[in-house]
């Protein structure tokens, strides 16, 4: 008889068919759960902050001036899309498909995060042009604490692909890089979940409220 | 859990260091040196910070992540005591117990205290 699957943390795990690696997993993926949400309390009080300072723009530029909806539009697809890849890689890691997958899957990942973070630099530079300076309101204080914290989240995200793509080729399938491979889908995941808040309370807030 | 405090009465009564019936490997980390770099990295760095050096900002921030990543290559973090070693050593710091003359507050500051406390339970009740 079959015995009912393992589920040692919260998201995907890796399974039976990686006995040690699943049993080594549990306890640094847990570590890396209290990781993210202490992060999420972090993105929290930036999004408490924002939404206390949607009115305070003292008469400089607000989000219906500086705001581009067809961009964030642009990077929600690749963010969401780039999530998508990262679940194949862990899908691709727990039924056991050639390494190569994997490693391609991160570069395609790779590929789709820095588009983001390109879009999200065009984003703001097109932001500083219309005098959009963060020390020109707490509106823009605000906003720039919170969206570019998101950005350079992505980016570690982003170089933590390179260097675990690299492990990947050089070491191969570990246990301990299998569980790297999993805390880093988990960041990546989580990454999307802050973009969604960004994108709803951000974006469509500011341009409903602000 | 027999006393308030039960390791100094446990002492008393001559059972405070028992021997285990059986012994097993112990899982430790293995030194490494990234927490002293990244010491002394983030303490340029925030020296740094401080006084507006920008480029030595951005040479410690690049060296860090660096140092982090070199130490992400290093895979055998974990070192095992073999329950062998872990009994042995064990034994023998039981055997010294064993040995050593213990002594109570009036004479904590003697030279002949080998750091085994002799529990005064009647003084300290």
Not at chain 1, 112 to 139: C, Y
Request: a negative charge; hydrophobic letters at 55%.
């Amino acid at each position: 008889m079959r015995r009912a699957p393992s589920h040692s943390y919260p998201g995907l795990n890796l399974g039976e068919d990686h006995a040690s690696a699943d049993k080594f997993s549990e306890v640094v993926t847990f570590g890396f759960w209290v990781f993210l949400m202490s992060d999420l309390v972090y993105f929290g009080l930036m999004f408490a902050i924002y939404i206390t300072m949607i009115d305070a723009q003292a008469g400089g530029p607000g989000p219906h001036e500086l705001f581009d909806l067809r961009s964030i539009f642009a990077q929600t697809l690749i963010l969401l899309t780039s999530s998508l890849t990262v679940g194949l890689a862990m899908l691709a890691l727990k039924y056991n498909l050639p390494r190569a997958r994997i490693v391609l899957l991160f570069g395609v990942t790779l590929a789709l995060g820095l588009s983001f973070l390109v879009l999200e630099i065009r984003d703001f530079m097109a932001i500083v042009d219309k005098g959009g300076i963060p020390q020109r309101s707490g509106f823009l204080s605000a906003f720039y604490g919170l969206v570019p914290l998101h950005g350079l989240h992505v980016a570690a995200g982003c170089l933590w692909l390179i260097v675990l793509g690299i492990q990947l080729r050089v070491m191969g399938l570990t246990d301990l890089l299998m569980s790297r491979v999993v805390r880093l889908a988990l960041f990546w995941h989580f990454l999307d979940l802050i973009w969604i808040g960004i994108i709803t309370i951000v974006y469509f807030g500011g341009l409903t409220y602000g | 859990m027999t006393d308030r405090d039960d390791f100094a009465a446990a002492k008393q009564r001559g059972a405070a260091y028992p021997a285990p019936d059986a012994y097993e490997d112990i899982e430790m980390p293995r030194n490494t040196g990234i927490g002293f770099v990244l010491c002394v990295l983030s303490g340029i760095w925030m020296f740094a910070l401080i006084w507006w050096i920008w480029w030595l900002a951005i040479l410690m921030t690049v060296l860090m992540i660096l140092a982090l990543i070199a130490w992400s290559f290093d895979t055998s973090t974990e070192i095992i005591i073999p329950a062998e070693e872990v009994r042995k050593d064990h034994e023998a710091w039981l055997d010294l117990v064993r040995t050593t003359v213990a002594v109570d507050r009036d004479h904590e500051a003697a030279p002949n205290n080998q750091g085994l406390a002799h529990p005064d339970m009647e003084a300290a009740t």
